[in-house]
Nanobody, 128 residues
Framework: QVQLVESGGGLVQAGDSLRLSCTAS????????MGWFRQAPGKEREFVST????????YYGDSVKGRFAISRDNAKNSVYLQMNSLQPEDTAVYYCAKGKPGASTAQFMNGPANVGYWGQGTQVTVSS
C-alpha cells in the first residue's frame, strides 16, 4: 500500500516561512495528482493546494493564494509546499494527499473525496 510521510512542520512566528515535504512510497507517484489539505481544531479538513503529474498545473485555496507554492520532484517521489508570510490562521495539521487513479487537480479543489492516500500529518503552529 502507498505510504506518504510529511515533514517540515514546526512552531513559527507570524510572517515566517516553512517548507513542508512529502515523500511517497509506491510505483504510481510520478503519474498521480498530488496535493495538500489542512485541518485546524474544530474545523473541517480544508483544501490547500494541488499539482498535476507534470507540475504544469497548480491550484490553491483562496486563503493561501499568493503566499504558498506547491512543487514536485518525481525523481525523488516528493511533493513540497512552500509557505510564506504565515499567519496565525494557518495553524493546522497539514496532510499530504495522493489522488485516486484518474483524479484531476480540479477535483481536488472540491474536497477530499478524490484522495486515495493520506500522510500522517505535520503540525504547523503560527504565533502572533
Amino acid at each position: 500500500q502507498v505510504q506518504l510521510v510529511e515533514s517540515g512542520g514546526g512552531l513559527v512566528q507570524a510572517g515566517d516561512s516553512l517548507r513542508l515535504s512529502c515523500t511517497a512510497s509506491g510505483r504510481t507517484f510520478s503519474t498521480s495528482t498530488m496535493g495538500w489539505f489542512r485541518q485546524a481544531p474544530g474545523k473541517e479538513r480544508e483544501f490547500v493546494s494541488t499539482i498535476d503529474w507534470s507540475g504544469g498545473t497548480t491550484y490553491y485555496g483562496d486563503s493561501v493564494k499568493g503566499r504558498f507554492a506547491i512543487s514536485r520532484d518525481n525523481a525523488k517521489n516528493s511533493v513540497y509546499l512552500q509557505m510564506n508570510s504565515l499567519q496565525p490562521e494557518d495553524t493546522a495539521v497539514y496532510y499530504c494527499a495522493k489522488g485516486k487513479p484518474g483524479a484531476s487537480t480540479a477535483q481536488f479543489m472540491n474536497g477530499p473525496a478524490n484522495v486515495g492516500y493520506w500522510g500522517q500529518g505535520t503540525q504547523v503552529t503560527v504565533s502572533s
